[in-house]
Structures are given as structure tokens and as C-alpha cells.
T-cell receptor
Framework: EDKVVQSPLSLVVHEGDTVTLNCSYE??????LLWYKQEKKAPTFLFML????IEKKSGRLSSILDKKELFSILNITATQTGDSAVYLC?????????????FGTGTRLQVFP | DAGVIQSPRHEVTEMGQEVTLRCKPI?????LFWYRQTMMRGLELLIY????????DSGMPEDRFSAKMPNASFSTLKIQPSEPRDSAVYFC?????????????FGPGTRLTVL
């Protein structure tokens, strides 16, 4: 059965700290891996990764995919209180010629001043 | 564009009642997705449409759930009869093309409580 596992489940840090969120997966017919940030409302898209070793970067956030070891990390440097959110990882797979999206349960990040 | 519009934003109903959730995708988007989110199970994809045609409904929990997309600007998710375990936030999302590999735009969600 395809699965996506995120760790840690929860993280509490102080402003200025750097955090690394992990997403590992065991799926067949991998197509892409996506990261989302969810605050109080709906998820917002952060990154889509399809190739190993190519870092995607947006401001203080960056992410990289390792398709050999089947994981991705999301790094946030110099964290701010506005980074507090649940970070969701999702993996797109192809099953019987149909795309499916499988989500992890998320990592809850709390950044305190 | 107003973004993805969902209604109602909150619904409280009694077990056994029919519930209909509504979604208006962003104009021009070819894909529409329905998700459910609970504390226990996280975010789950229920069903998605491409050009109004259901592509994959394997995430629909059981026969009590049904979804339709009669035209490019409107979709419904119906639960009949509703049960307390259906309590969750239901999100609708749309994307322009290429399904999951394109940026999905989420609506604000409908918080459903079944008593």
C-alpha cells in the first residue's frame, strides 16, 4: 500500500532557528512530490519536486528530493512566527493510468518569539 | 478572480440528514478536486474531475458519498445519509491543467459537523 510519512509530527522552535521537515514515501509509480503550507484555512502550494538533487528555493524556504532514498526535506531558515503552520507533503502516483495524490499527516510547526 | 468559492462555510446537521456541499472553481481551470480533512486521517483526496468528467473516485469513502460536476463552473459533493464520522473540513480545489503537477488553488473549506 502506498504511504507517505512525515516527521516530526510537531516541532516547537524560537524565531531565528532553522528547521528541517522530513517526508518519506513508499509508493509505486512515483510522479512528483508536493509541499503545502496550511495555516488556519486551506493549504497553499509551496513546491513541486520531480527530479532528485535539484533544490527548489523560495525566500527562506527550500526543498530537495532524493528519489533513491525516497524522501524529501523542507528547510526553513531564520524562522519567523508567521511560519507557524502545518506543513503537508503529498506524493503523486500513477495507478492504472490514473493520477492519485497521497498526503502525509503533516508536521505542525510552532515558532515562538 | 475571486478564487475557489465554497458554500456553505459551516454546516451543522443531524445524523441521517442529507448534506450538499458546493464548489465554484476558478474560471478556466480544467481540474476540480474534493478533499476531506480530519485530525485522525489528515488530508484525503476524495474525487477529482477533468473537464467535468470524474477521473478517479477511489477516495470516496462509501456509497453515501457522491459528487457531480454538471458544468465547468459548479460541482457538488453530497452525503446521504450523513453520519457523525463524516464530520470534517471539506476542501474543493481547482487547477489549470496537468492535474497534480500544476498548482492547486484551494477554496476556504466547508466545516461539517454531524451530530
Amino acid at each position: 500500500e502506498d504511504k507517505v510519512v512525515q516527521s516530526p509530527l510537531s516541532l516547537v522552535v524560537h524565531e531565528g532557528d532553522t528547521v528541517t521537515l522530513n517526508c518519506s514515501y513508499e509508493v509505486t509509480n512515483f510522479r512528483s512530490l508536493l509541499w503545502y503550507k496550511q495555516e488556519k484555512k486551506a493549504p497553499t502550494f509551496l513546491f513541486m519536486l520531480t527530479s532528485s538533487g535539484i533544490e527548489k528555493k523560495s525566500g527562506r524556504l527550500s526543498s530537495i528530493l532524493d528519489k533513491k532514498e525516497l524522501f524529501s526535506i523542507l528547510n526553513i531558515t531564520a524562522t519567523q512566527t508567521g511560519d507557524s503552520a502545518v506543513y503537508l507533503c503529498a506524493v503523486e502516483v500513477m495507478v492504472y493510468n490514473t493520477d492519485k495524490l497521497i498526503f502525509g499527516t503533516g508536521t505542525r510547526l510552532q515558532v515562538f518569539p | 478572480d475571486a478564487g475557489v468559492i465554497q458554500s456553505p462555510r459551516h454546516e451543522v446537521t443531524e445524523m441521517g440528514q442529507e448534506v450538499t456541499l458546493r464548489c465554484k472553481p476558478i474560471s478556466g481551470h480544467d481540474y476540480l478536486f474534493w478533499y476531506r480533512q480530519t485530525m485522525m486521517r489528515g488530508l484525503e483526496l476524495l474525487i477529482y474531475f477533468n473537464n467535468n468528467v470524474p477521473i478517479d473516485d477511489s477516495g470516496m469513502p462509501e456509497d453515501r458519498f457522491s459528487a457531480k460536476m454538471p458544468n465547468a463552473s459548479f460541482s457538488t459533493l453530497k452525503i446521504q445519509p450523513s453520519e457523525p464520522r463524516d464530520s470534517a473540513v471539506y476542501f474543493c480545489a481547482s487547477s489549470y491543467t496537468r492535474g497534480f503537477t500544476d498548482t492547486q488553488y484551494f477554496g476556504p473549506g466547508t466545516r461539517l459537523t454531524v451530530l
